[in-house]
Structures are given as structure tokens and as C-alpha cells.
């Protein structure tokens, strides 16, 4: 996967939230998902189709982390990961998907997106199957990490 | 969302688990998703967009019912969530969407899909993000229960 196809994700990932939630992201190196399982507590994952490719984008977050964006973006403090949390992910998977289509958009890409669901529970895993590459986007803020999953097809 | 719509959906899984693991499998009354979470083990995901609408597809097992289908289906004894049964999962969901999809088709309904994700990790539950409703489809085996949940924009 060329640098070109990640790097609307990761811009767009970290203007989502450094915009909304006013915290510092810091994107990490991309890395190769081998064996390496990023666990989170809340996930919101989306599929995306186009003409030229099509696959899947998870964000994963800790409990730490998306209660403290909440926090920053909501003005809640919730302690639990309730309606208001899966809706936030929700909202960021689509704000940060919809945000990395309209950069593909001016790279001659064109995608459509499905709808996006969010898995809660603690320390789940993400596995995506394809036949194209498994890359994981580390970011880091103040209130922890969390990881973007991308996997396209060829 | 209407009986046409769902039919495909309940016609395919039917059919990819009675014929794949050579199971009875009986389709249970379709319900709306309110405050019921089914929660399952493992969870295969895919999002389908279409010209008509677009929405995901989810299939949830508990660990007894998917070791209990990998043993008919592969022959395999599984302890434990492993690569054969996430691959098993994922492999379920592409046939179940895809002869879905092939029933939509005669329909005049056209869909794309993404790339399965699968969701491994004790008791998470999947929310679907959508103005669309949330419709639970219940399956029983004699191995246990499953459930598919789809959600589509209206």
C-alpha cells in the first residue's frame, strides 16, 4: 500500500480530532498488522467501496481515551461506554472516513461508504479479512492511544 | 423495512449453514433491535452500498455455536478463537452476503461489498450507526443460537 493511500487517513484522522475534541494527535509510524493485535474497548468500523479498490477502516479506542475525548468534545464525563460513547465513535468514524473520501476525491479515488457500526466490549479484536495488506496507524494524545486499521484489497 | 428486504438475508444464511455445516438451522422471527443487544463471541461485519441504499450486515456467535459449526464444517476441534474460526467467520459472511446479494439481484437491487471484518472477544455487542432500522434476525441450531443483524438506510 503506497504512502499515498494512507495519507488521507492519517490527515484526516487527526484533523477530526484535533478540530473537535482540541487535543494534541500525533500520528505514529504505520505499521504491518502481523500478529501484533490492537485491543480496544469501543470500535467504530466502516466499509468503503470504490471503483479502483474497496475494504475496511476500524478506529479502536481504550475506555481512558474515549472517555477522555468525550470529555473534550461532549463536555461528559462518562464512566461507562453507553449510548453517548458508541454514538461519538460513530460520529468520528464517519467524520474521519468522510474527511479522508474528499481527499481521495482530489487523487483521482472515489469512494462509498457503508454504514458504520460500533463494537463495544472490553478487549476486543479487530481481524480483517482480504487479501490486501493489514496496516495499523498508532496515534497518540494526552488522554492515551488509540489505532486506526485500514486493509484494502489490491 | 419490508419482508422483501429481509428475506434474502434469512434465505442465504440458511442455506450457506445448512448446506456448508450440514446443520438444521431454523430462522426465528425478525425483530426490531431496541435495548436487546445480542452479544456474541466472535461477530463477522460487512458493509454493503448500493445505488438503492446502503447499510451493514453483522452475524454473531457465541463460542459454543461457531466451535460446534467449525467442527462440521472443517473438522477441526477448536478450543479457542483462533485464525481457523476468525477465518471460518469471515468465509460465513462473504457467502451469506453474497447469496444475499445474488437474491437482491433478481430483485433489481444492486450492491457492492467490502471487505469482511471479524470481531473476536468475550461478549462484545455491535451497534449500528444509521437513521435506518436496526433489525435483529434470530437462527437456531442445535448447536445454539446466532444472530444476524442488519441495518439500512431507509
Same mark, same amino acid.
Request: with cysteine; net charge negative; aromatic share 8%.
Given at each position: !500500500? &503506497?504512502?499515498?493511500?494512507?495519507?488521507?487517513?492519517?490527515?484526516?484522522?487527526?484533523?477530526?480530532?484535533? @478540530?473537535?475534541?482540541?487535543?494534541?494527535? @500525533?500520528? =505514529?509510524?504505520?505499521?504491518? &498488522?502481523?500478529?501484533?493485535?490492537?485491543?480496544?474497548?469501543?470500535? =467504530?468500523?466502516? =466499509? !468503503?467501496?470504490? *471503483? *479502483?479498490?474497496?475494504?475496511? +477502516?476500524?478506529?479502536? /479506542?481504550?475506555?481512558?481515551?474515549? /472517555?477522555?475525548?468525550?470529555?473534550?468534545? $461532549?463536555?461528559?464525563?462518562?464512566?461507562?461506554?453507553?449510548?453517548?460513547? @458508541?454514538? $461519538?465513535?460513530? #460520529?468520528? @468514524?464517519?467524520?474521519?472516513?468522510?474527511?479522508?473520501?474528499?481527499?481521495? #476525491? *482530489?487523487?483521482?479515488?472515489?469512494?462509498?461508504?457503508?454504514?458504520?457500526?460500533?463494537?463495544?466490549?472490553?478487549?476486543?479484536?479487530?481481524?480483517? &479479512?482480504?487479501?490486501?495488506? &493489514?496496516?495499523?496507524?498508532?496515534?497518540?494524545?494526552?488522554? =492515551?492511544? /488509540? +489505532?486506526?486499521?485500514?486493509?484494502?484489497?489490491?
Amino acid at each position: !500500500m &503506497k504512502a499515498d493511500f494512507v495519507n488521507p487517513f492519517l490527515e484526516s484522522v487527526v484533523n477530526v480530532l484535533s @478540530t473537535m475534541a482540541s487535543m494534541t494527535v @500525533t500520528a =505514529g509510524t504505520p505499521s504491518l &498488522k502481523t500478529d501484533d493485535v490492537a485491543k480496544g474497548d469501543v470500535t =467504530g468500523l466502516i =466499509g !468503503m467501496t470504490g *471503483q *479502483q479498490t474497496k475494504g475496511s +477502516f476500524a478506529i479502536t /479506542f481504550t475506555e481512558r481515551a474515549i /472517555f477522555n475525548i468525550a470529555s473534550k468534545m $461532549l463536555g461528559d464525563h462518562p464512566t461507562e461506554v453507553d449510548e453517548s460513547v @458508541t454514538d $461519538l465513535v460513530g #460520529e468520528i @468514524t464517519n467524520m474521519a472516513t468522510g474527511g479522508a473520501k474528499a481527499l481521495f #476525491e *482530489q487523487k483521482g479515488y472515489d469512494f462509498d461508504m457503508a454504514i458504520p457500526t460500533v463494537v463495544a466490549g472490553k478487549n476486543h479484536c479487530i481481524v480483517h &479479512k482480504s487479501s490486501g495488506p &493489514k496496516l495499523i496507524l498508532p496515534f497518540s494524545t494526552d488522554a =492515551g492511544e /488509540f +489505532f486506526v486499521e485500514i486493509c484494502f484489497e489490491p
